[in-house]
Each structure stands twice: as structure tokens, then as C-alpha cells.
């Protein structure tokens, strides 16, 4: 099994920065790399952020150049950096992984993040 657990949301400014850290535990070699995910009310979840199959960072057109997707394989965690925070980025955020015969999709318990005045 593998456990995926967020942390790091809470209330800030617009301009404000947060750091989301997003820990794997259990199967760990059995998963691909991690992506952050988030999903507003009443609206579908999203991508954010996550890695190509070459490693590489990936993010949609509504945080480039704000937010940043990084990692950190001796701690099993991926982090997401998310600088000049705009009331539209209010969400919960979600990191996810998938097994390596891509049967299944682990989801942490997700962390809310609130940008407002």
C-alpha cells in the first residue's frame, strides 16, 4: 500500500507565497512520480504540476512562471512552491502518484489553500 499525505495549505494574501510538501510512505518503489492536482468547489479537479516520463517539470498555463514542482528523493516528498498567490489559485490541493503496472491511482487527503485579503 502507499500513503500519500499533504501539508503546508492555509490562509494568505494575494502577492503571498506557500510551500506544499506532499510525503510518500509504504510501497514507495512501487509508484511513479508524484503531481499536484487541485480542485475548487464546484468545479473538477485539475492538474497543476507533475513530471514528465523524462523527469522533467510540467504545469499548467495558469501558474507558469509562479509555481514550481520539485523533489526530493531521500525524503520521498515532492514539494510545490507557489509564489504571487492569486485569489483564483483557492483550492484544495491533491498530490498523486500511480503504481507502476498503472492500475492504480493513490491520492493524499489533500490541503486546503485559501488566498484572499
Known amino acids: 500500500q502507499v500513503h500519500l499525505v499533504e501539508s503546508g495549505g492555509g490562509l494568505v494574501q494575494p502577492g503571498g507565497s506557500l510551500r506544499l510538501s506532499c510525503a510518500a510512505s509504504g510501497s514507495i518503489f512501487r509508484i511513479n512520480p508524484m503531481g499536484w492536482y487541485r480542485q475548487a468547489p464546484g468545479k473538477q479537479r485539475e492538474l497543476v504540476a507533475g513530471?514528465?516520463?523524462?523527469?522533467?517539470?510540467n504545469y499548467a498555463d495558469s501558474v507558469k512562471g509562479r509555481f514550481t514542482i520539485s523533489s526530493d528523493g531521500a525524503k520521498n516528498t515532492v514539494y510545490l512552491q507557489m509564489n504571487s498567490l492569486k485569489p483564483e489559485d483557492t483550492a484544495v490541493y491533491y498530490c498523486n502518484a500511480r503504481s507502476t503496472d498503472s492500475l492504480i491511482d493513490y491520492w493524499g487527503q489533500g490541503t486546503q489553500v485559501t488566498v484572499s485579503s
Open positions: 513530471f514528465t516520463r523524462g523527469g522533467r517539470p
